[in-house]
């Protein structure tokens, strides 16, 4: 039977500088989006890249003095060194210097033109140079940038636009008529409410004050200005062909099951690159997924403030699947969530280190310990074992229900409670009691078994969230069934299994020790 598709994406890093915590988050969620696809037996292609050109790239290769190529060259390797680093698993990196997607978004864009779509006339408004965004008086917020709160500019140039109003109505019709389409639901609310009512305003789609971009090949003293060059990202590298030849890849995997972006560029997503698709005749993608940020501490990250904290930094103090777990459990659904050193600690000590890595370590150091490492199916259940198992036997389901909905954080923490579920079975049973009599000897096996088959559960959802942890655990409990099917029974470790050596999962942080030494860095 041919697999489900499942083409999940993220918006394109931009390579005016390397990625911090806050852009890394959003690789990582989409890594364990399509990891739980793999492991549901969909077929994934999971795309991710650069964005790398722009006004603001050329000024900060000018500053560094060196050639705008070179210089993304070099932001791109840094990108691509920490989204591996993270362990993401990605199908396709793409970056938007690739001549074939610069010749696709010429064609692209002279065909939007010939179609009517786009014409030449003169900008002049109030611009952005980080956000190369142009405003009204009306969209700023004190007087400054609505998206990141930085001073404005007077600016006026000769410029290609594109007739948003020609399709607002359409899009207007389609995002109440899809309401899965933008999500979270209070996203859809700000778009519908701040920009798509009040009356869309035709977007300006080329430049003429620098040449750091993709040229518009009639009319050569204009480049392509960002959007529609880094937007297109997600059809051309696919094999999107302007005349309908589009490659197997193209056919399989569009429209995308979900573009997964910032909150801060939810009008793009929501707006341009939707009326861009309806101009091109070109089915939308299923869902625009704008998730919140990574607050440091109780601020936005930026290098004037000195709050910044990286990835790679991160993972050389804690290790790569405490990070990974620290920023899909702790950021919610819809709002901010908060990062600070002292946080991942409490997060390490309480969930990784007690509740998971205390588990696993003293489960198999008794079954070691009692049983010289090898317990088999127990065939006498108790209520307490049958409540037990019941309660494991749900999680699967209900992880799947959280992440069909990208309730990533709820998914782990579904995973996570299973864990503490079998610390509290120990407690209930007290092996160390029942290791005292020869007469519950039986018993004592029966517990040990249900206990690792639990931890195998726990495990086997792990794969999609911390993946070098759940192989750990395979190693140390010595099982090679780790497939999402083997979730339906309670009976992967077989009849009789041998475990192997514990090894601690997580060491236990001294919080004021480690604050230190990082506050001395």
């Known amino acids: ?36 696809k793999r492991l549901e037996g969909y077929d994934v292609y999971f795309q991710t890249g650069t964005d790398e050109h722009g006004e603001k790239i050329q000024q900060k290769a000018e500053e560094a003095g060196k050639k705008p190529q070179e210089f993304v060259d070099d932001i791109v390797t840094e990108v691509k060194s920490i989204w591996d680093c993270m362990n993401t698993s990605y199908d396709k990196f793409v970056r938007t210097t690739d001549p074939e997607h610069m010749k696709k978004v010429e064609q692209i864009f002279v065909r939007l033109y010939q179609q009517g779509d786009i014409y030449k006339g003169v900008y002049e408004g109030l611009y952005c140079t980080p956000c190369e965004s142009f405003f009204t008086e009306s969209q700023l917020v004190d007087g400054k940038c609505p998206d990141c709160g930085r001073e404005v500019k007077k600016a006026s140039e000769e410029a290609y636009f594109f007739r948003l109003d020609k399709y607002a109505k359409r899009l207007e019709e389609y995002i109440e008529t899809h309401p899965d389409f933008i999500q979270p639901e209070s996203r859809k609310n700000e778009i519908m409410n701040n920009f798509i009512k009040p009356g869309l305003q035709d977007l ?37 062909d302007i005349n309908g030849n589009h490659s197997e890849a193209f056919k ?30 070109l089915p939308l993608p299923k869902k625009i997924f704008g998730h919140p940020w990574i607050i440091a501490g109780d601020d936005k990250m930026s290098k004037s403030k000195g709050n910044i904290m990286y990835a790679d930094d991160l993972v050389q103090q804690f290790g790569v699947d405490a990070v990974r777990y620290y920023v899909l459990h702790e950021i919610p659904f819809a709002s901010d969530g908060t990062i600070t050193y002292d946080l991942i600690i409490e997060r390490i000590n309480s969930d990784l280190a007690n509740v998971l890595g205390n588990l696993v370590n003293r489960t198999i150091s008794m079954v070691r310990k009692y049983f010289d490492g090898t317990v088999h199916a127990p065939s006498n259940l108790t209520e307490l074992d049958e409540e037990f198992k019941k309660n494991i036997l749900l999680v699967k389901e209900q992880t799947v229900s959280k992440m069909d909905e990208l309730r990533v954080a709820d998914a782990l923490e579904e995973i996570i409670q299973l864990f503490r579920r079998c610390n509290k079975y120990i407690d209930e049973t007290t092996p160390w009691t029942l290791a005292k009599e ?36 395979f190693e140390q409990i010595n099982t090679d069934c780790t497939s999402f099917t083997s979730l339906d029974q309670f009976d992967g470790i077989g009849k009789t299994i041998e475990v192997g050596e514990p090894h601690p999962l997580f060491a236990r942080i001294d919080k004021e020790k480690k604050l230190q030494e990082l506050n001395q860095k």
């Open 252 to 281: 399989k995997y569009w429209p995308a099951d979900v573009h997964l972006i910032g909150k801060d560029i939810l009008r793009f997503h929501t707006i341009y690159w939707p009326v861009m698709l309806m101009a091109l005749d």
């Open 438 to 473: 020869e007469s519950t000897k039986e018993r004592l096996n029966d517990v040990l078994y249900l206990l690792l088959e639990g931890i195998r559960h726990g495990a086997v959802l792990f794969q999609a969230f911390l993946p070098d942890t759940a192989q750990s655990i």
């Open 204 to 240: 300006c789609v080329s430049r003429t004050s620098f040449d750091w971009g993709v040229p518009v090949p009639f009319d050569k003293k204009h480049v392509v200005y960002v959007w529609i060059d880094a937007l297109s990202n997600y059809i051309t590298f696919l094999g999107y």
């Open 1 to 36: 039977m041919e697999k489900k598709k499942y083409y999940i994406s993220t918006a394109i890093a931009y390579t005016s500088a390397k990625p911090h915590i806050g852009n890394t988050y959003e690789i990582v969620l989409a890594d364990a989006i399509a990891r739980f």
